[in-house]
C-alpha cells in the first residue's frame, strides 16, 4: 500500500463522525451482549434487562451510548422503551474491517510472489 493510499484511508475512517462511537461502544462486553439479544428481534428495556442480572436503568445508559453509535434505534410504544438493532454502525465496523483483512491478504499474496521467485531462483 502506498503511503497517499494509507492517508486517505485513515483520513476516511477519522472523519466518519461515528467510527470511534462504534468500537467504542463494541468493546464493552454488557452492550454486545445487548446487541446479541437484539439480533433475534426488537425487545424492551426491561426484557435486555433480566438475563444480564442488571436494572433497567444501566441497560437504558448502555442503550444510550449504542444509539450514539448509531448500532441501536429505540422509539417509545406506549410505556415501553423498544430497542432495535441499527445495522449503519455495524457497516461502520464491517467496512473497517475488510480493509485491514484486504490489505492483510495483499501483503501475504506479495510475500507469496516473493516466495515463489526466490524458489524458482534456487532451482526448486
Same mark, same amino acid.
Given at each position: 500500500? *502506498?503511503?497517499g493510499r494509507s492517508v486517505k484511508?485513515?483520513?476516511?475512517?477519522?472523519?466518519?463522525?461515528?467510527a470511534d462511537a462504534v468500537f467504542d461502544a463494541l468493546g464493552d462486553g454488557t452492550r454486545r451482549a445487548i446487541l446479541e439479544r437484539l439480533t433475534l428481534g426488537p425487545?424492551?428495556?426491561t426484557a435486555l434487562a433480566q438475563p444480564l442480572g442488571v *436494572?433497567?436503568?444501566a441497560v437504558l445508559q448502555h442503550v444510550r451510548v449504542l444509539e450514539e453509535a448509531r448500532l441501536v434505534t429505540t422509539s417509545k410504544e406506549g410505556r415501553v422503551r423498544v430497542c432495535r438493532l441499527e445495522q449503519e454502525g455495524l457497516g461502520v465496523a464491517r467496512n473497517w474491517l475488510d480493509e485491514r483483512r484486504?490489505?492483510?491478504?495483499?501483503?501475504l499474496d506479495r510475500l507469496a510472489a516473493v516466495l515463489g521467485e526466490a524458489e524458482e531462483e534456487s532451482g526448486g
Amino acid at each position: 500500500m *502506498t503511503f497517499g493510499r494509507s492517508v486517505k484511508i485513515l483520513k476516511s475512517v477519522l472523519q466518519h463522525p461515528s467510527a470511534d462511537a462504534v468500537f467504542d461502544a463494541l468493546g464493552d462486553g454488557t452492550r454486545r451482549a445487548i446487541l446479541e439479544r437484539l439480533t433475534l428481534g426488537p425487545a424492551s428495556a426491561t426484557a435486555l434487562a433480566q438475563p444480564l442480572g442488571v *436494572t433497567v436503568a444501566a441497560v437504558l445508559q448502555h442503550v444510550r451510548v449504542l444509539e450514539e453509535a448509531r448500532l441501536v434505534t429505540t422509539s417509545k410504544e406506549g410505556r415501553v422503551r423498544v430497542c432495535r438493532l441499527e445495522q449503519e454502525g455495524l457497516g461502520v465496523a464491517r467496512n473497517w474491517l475488510d480493509e485491514r483483512r484486504r490489505e492483510q491478504e495483499r501483503r501475504l499474496d506479495r510475500l507469496a510472489a516473493v516466495l515463489g521467485e526466490a524458489e524458482e531462483e534456487s532451482g526448486g
